[in-house]
């Protein structure tokens, strides 16, 4: 018998299939990209201080991606062959959980893995440099590595316990969060309960995130065993995870009877939600409205779990307000507090707007209300409606927040003359603007990318590569090359001119896809929903996303008895 089956044939397609190399290249691009970027920006400065500062950007960059990309890609795998019913096919073989837990796992994070490990060359690049260690490099591609384990682990573990897509990835991101943020927390408020204490790092060496500050020993005062110590203990959660996740498989893929809910449940619902009555009533008021805002908006805990979220965050800076007033109240912490809430809202909706779609294609309800007198103008206006409902008050809030933090920014000494504060209350009415145009953009485009895709995750990513990436890339890059060829230079570096051109590339940017997915979504609305999938493209339980059979694709290795 093979040892791990599923394994070996996926390796053995991924051989054959051409979107491996094109995914280390594009990572080998990506990062020779980022780094001749820095490296063009730092021309005129010492080698070492170069090679330092390119290699802890990239360093940051490669962990932020091993930690988000991992768990987005293995969130869903399990849960996905839960929903459509073939994960129980593989328990009809010889299959164990961790056959199947450790087959999806390298079926999902081969181009993942691929695309980290083609990045570590240009992390290289800082060693020829100088002012980095060879053990500094060897320890910091460690931890990239160990990291992207880890966040692979946590999102088999999430897609084991849950069904559904979104819950499956917030579970996944929710339990990563906890991983790294428990342990340096538990040390905060240790230190902060005894004033007196001296900081150690025997809370820190917990957090797969020390880890990447340690690799830098002894150069930040952290010992050997430091960054050793927190290697191991990642190593160990990652196998603890996997080791879950291949003990759950086999007792969830079933379908359970309906069990009464939990009273913590009950109680919630007790909480936030109006009595029966009065919900009844307001349900018949979104039906005179608009049917389908009926059937977006019945479930008013959506809105209560934004507010809820926004509130836990407003607390946690007035307590950071409070604590540290001194440190706290400062112009990079206004705006990065800023662009936090911004971002959020902004996914928030994105994946809020294509849900429903790719949810209602799927199971076929958007082809039953096409049968209705219901007209695609109606569908689309009822699903704006929810998310105005949903969103609006979010939106506002926000929005008050950015005027008190342009208020306090005014009281900086940073901005001490007119051209100054004017300047700093063009920067906020510009954010303040593309804020609002991007939620507007990013409902419109989500709609078209829910209906168009199968999943939730890559419909909201289209979503916001579109939006929100674009512009910022052709920003960064148009002014990469201006100053590149000096003409920059020729005119000055005018930042009212900047932040013009910038404001321009969002409006416009917002402008052309809102008119693109408007008119999509007008004129293509009922071609697109009453389309079958493609059965070549539907991923069966060991088929990798986007993969179709192909002449050269070797046979299962399993059979099914």
């Known amino acids: 018998m093979t040892f791990l089956p599923i394994v070996e044939r996926e390796l053995r397609v991924a051989s054959r299939r051409r979107g491996t190399y094109l995914g280390r290249m594009t990572g080998a691009l990506v990062a020779m990209a980022i780094g001749g970027w820095i490296m063009l920006g730092m021309h005129e400065n010492a080698p070492g201080e170069m090679g330092m500062v390119l290699f802890v950007a990239l360093s940051a960059m490669l962990c932020l991606y091993s930690l988000g990309a ?8 399990l849960s996905e062959e839960k929903r459509e019913g073939t994960l129980g096919l593989l328990f009809l073989t010889d299959l164990k959980g961790y056959d199947i837990v450790s087959g999806k796992l390298v079926a999902n994070s081969l181009n993942i893995f691929y695309g980290l490990l083609s990045a570590f060359p240009v992390l290289g690049i800082s060693l020829l440099m100088g002012g980095v260690t060879p053990g500094e490099f060897w320890r910091m591609s460690l931890t990239a590595t160990n990291l992207l384990f880890l966040s692979l682990a946590v999102g088999m573990f999430a897609s084991a316990i849950c069904r559904d897509e979104r819950k499956a990835t917030s579970l996944a991101f929710a339990v990563l969060l906890l991983v790294l943020a428990a342990a340096p927390l538990i040390e905060l408020s240790l230190n902060l309960a005894h004033r007196n204490r001296t900081a150690t790092t025997q809370w820190l060496v917990f957090s ?8 830098f020993t002894p150069r930040i005062g952290f010992k050997p065993h430091d960054y050793w110590t927190a290697t191991l203990l990642t190593q160990a959660y990652v196998w603890i995870f996997f080791l879950l996740a291949s003990a759950i498989v086999p007792r969830s893929w079933q379908d359970k009877a309906a069990r009464p809910p939990f009273a913590l449940r009950t109680l919630w619902r007790r909480i936030f939600h109006t009595d029966p009555v ?14 389908f805002l009926w059937l977006a908006a019945r479930d008013p805990l959506k809105i209560t779990v934004v507010w809820i979220v926004l509130a836990a965050l407003t607390g946690l800076w007035i307590w950071g307000y409070l604590t540290w007033t001194s440190d706290w109240t400062n112009i990079p ?15 928030w909706l994105a994946t ?6 790719v949810q209602d ?4 309800a958007l082809e039953l209300l096409l049968s209705t007198p219901l007209s695609v103008g109606e569908i689309l206006r009822g699903q704006r409606l929810g998310l105005f409902r949903q969103f609006a008050g979010p939106a506002l809030y926000v929005l008050a927040i950015d005027l008190f933090f342009l208020s306090m920014g005014l009281k900086d000494q940073w901005i001490g003359n007119a051209s100054g504060r004017n300047y700093w209350v063009m920067i906020w009415l510009a954010g303040m603007t593309v804020f609002v145009m991007d939620l507007f953009a990013l409902s419109w485009v989500s709609m078209w990318m829910g209906l168009k895709n199968l ?8 979503s916001i590569s579109r939006i929100l990436v674009l512009p910022w890339l052709v920003f960064t890059v148009s002014l990469t090359v201006l100053g590149a060829i000096r ?28 008119t693109w997915a408007k008119r999509n979504l007008l004129d293509r609305f009922r071609e697109i929903a009453t389309q079958r999938f493609d059965a070549k493209k539907m991923r069966f339980a060991w088929i990798t996303p986007g993969a179709t059979r192909s002449k050269t694709e070797l046979p299962p290795v399993v059979n099914l008895r």
């Not at 797969?208 to 690799?215: C, D, H, T, V």
């Not at 009065?278 to 049917?291: D, F, Q």
């Open 278 to 291: 009065l919900e009844t009533a307001r349900r018949a008021r979104l039906l005179e409205v608009n049917p």
């Open 333 to 347: 912490n206004y705006i990065m507090s800023a662009v936090l809430l911004h971002t959020l809202l902004k996914f």
């Open 70 to 77: 991992g768990a987005r890609i293995t969130s869903d795998c």
């Open 352 to 357: 809020e707007a294509c849900q429903r779609f």
């Open 208 to 215: 797969p995130a020390f880890a990447a500050f340690a690799a």
């Open 455 to 462: 999943k939730v995750n890559r419909a909201g990513g289209a």
């Open 487 to 514: 003409v920059l230079a020729q005119f000055g570096w005018n930042e009212n001119i900047v932040l013009a051109y910038w404001f321009a590339l969002c409006v416009g940017n917002n402008l052309i896809f809102t």
């Open 361 to 364: 294609r799927k199971s076929g």
